[in-house]
């Protein structure tokens, strides 16, 4: 059984631009969720997909956007980038969106908006 | 609004004496609290879920209890090792999960 993967590990963009975040999550999980972590700070939800359909999203604006696909990948895209999109971004994934339960992280990637 | 408060930013303990963490939370009810560690440049690792119904969860050299009339979690780590140095991190749910900001632990030798 493979973990949960993200890629890029690493990005840097400027401010305005669009990024796109991908991330692969555990076989047979059906619900994945992102995170926004800022330094020093605990990760912050963003919005949960199950089974390809938006599920409960926090506090962020439309330009946060997400997809999730039939073969347990999903991406996180973020439109207009501004100076303080800058943070680690976390995906999850966990088998069922029914009973709350352990989540499982990818490692993240950090963007860096210029 | 809700808010989850974890006890200072830092924790620094004698190997071999237990750490205790603190969660407190105001303005929420949740039905579930869980702990998870995190390691500097890496994602959070599950650790335990305790229900609202549960006063308290034990898995090897961990304890987790909750207190939903003081709407207060403890976490304890036994035994303490520096291998357990790390961020925890307390998570409510109930519609929604939040995470509090960490505790980062530092077990010297």
């Known amino acids: 059984e493979t973990g949960v993967t993200q890629s890029p590990t690493h990005l840097i963009k400027t401010r305005g631009q669009q990024v796109t975040l991908r991330c692969s999550s555990q076989?047979?999980?059906?619900?994945v969720s992102w995170y926004q972590q800022a330094l020093g700070q605990g990760p912050q939800f963003i919005f949960q997909?199950?089974?390809?359909?938006?599920?409960g999203r926090g506090n962020f604006p439309p330009r946060f956007s997400g997809l999730q696909f039939p073969n347990y990948s999903s991406e996180l895209n973020v439109n207009a980038l501004e100076l303080d999109d800058s943070a680690l971004y976390l995906c999850?994934?966990?088998?069922?969106?029914?009973?709350?339960?352990?989540?499982?992280f990818g490692p993240g990637t950090r963007l860096l908006v210029l | 609004s809700q808010k989850i408060e974890q006890n200072s930013e830092a924790l620094n303990i004698q190997e071999g004496k237990t750490a205790t963490l603190t969660c407190n939370y105001t303005?929420?009810?949740?039905?579930?609290l869980q702990w998870y560690r995190q390691d500097p440049g890496r994602g959070p690792v599950f650790l335990l879920l305790?229900?609202?119904?549960?006063k308290e969860k034990r898995k090897e050299r961990l304890k987790v209890t909750f207190d939903t009339t003081l709407k207060q979690s403890l976490f304890h780590i036994t035994a303490s090792q520096p291998a357990d140095s790390a961020t925890y991190l307390c998570?409510?749910?109930?519609?929604?999960?939040?995470f509090g900001s960490g505790t980062r632990l530092s077990i010297r030798p």
């Open positions: 999850a994934s966990s088998p069922d969106s029914g009973t709350p339960g352990p989540q499982y």
């Open positions: 076989s047979g999980h059906n619900t």
């Open positions: 997909y199950y089974r390809e359909e938006e599920n």
């Open positions: 303005n929420y009810s949740p039905a579930y």
């Open positions: 305790i229900r609202e119904n549960e």
């Open positions: 998570a409510l749910h109930r519609n929604k999960i939040i």
